[in-house]
């Protein structure tokens, strides 16, 4: 049982790791068009991320797939890019886009990558321990957690803004959108394959 909470502190960690804000972009990105309204839209893409981002680490930890490390760290901040994008977009288009389908198929595929991002050093970690199913738990509580600390966050950011500053809706997504396209454009760069 000590593993397991070993592995929940470090899911804790990966994602709220401030030195690495990839997680916590793409989760604010995530989450800005939601409100407290609507909280369970947001917490249930969370969720599909975690399982996914997940899957993805079980795939390497058990030698199922390898990917290009270099490639997936690029493909990281698209995914930050793209999902900002849709949220400014979707604000044109709103009944187009009220059904979450596309959505989690999106999140989903994003964890995917996501998870493939760390899964070589969690695949270091679990390397010589014959069970890695308990790390593998663990460590997803501990990202599905700090996932909904952060998504917390952000809700309690747009009901400040919202309600207490009276911002309107439409202006804090682009604005806080714009924001996270801004701060994901130098990790573009910094991680386009050379």
């Known amino acids: 049982m000590q593993d397991f909470w070993f592995y929940t502190q470090m899911g804790l960690d990966h994602v709220l790791d401030l030195s690495a804000y990839d997680h916590i972009l793409f989760l604010s990105a995530l989450a800005i068009p939601f409100t ?107 990202i599905e957690l700090s996932q909904v600390i952060i998504v917390l966050l952000v809700l309690l950011l747009a009901y400040l803004c919202q309600s207490l500053l009276k911002v309107k809706q439409v202006v804090f997504i682009t604005v806080t959108s714009i924001i996270v396209i801004l701060i994901t454009i130098p990790l573009l760069y910094h991680t386009f394959p050379r």
């Open 36 to 142: 407290f309204k609507n909280w369970v839209n947001v917490v249930w893409l969370a969720t599909i991320f975690t399982v996914t981002h997940c899957l993805s680490l079980g795939l390497s930890a058990f030698e199922i797939v390898t990917v290009d490390v270099s490639l997936i760290e690029f493909l990281i901040p698209v995914t930050i890019l793209l999902t900002a994008l849709y949220n400014i977009l979707k604000l044109r288009n709103q009944t187009a886009h009220k059904r979450m389908l596309w959505h989690s198929i999106a999140t989903a595929f994003f964890g995917l990558v996501h998870g493939f991002g760390f899964s070589n050093y969690f695949k270091m970690l679990v390397a010589d321990l014959e069970e890695k199913v308990v790390p593998l738990f663990g460590f997803a509580l501990g």
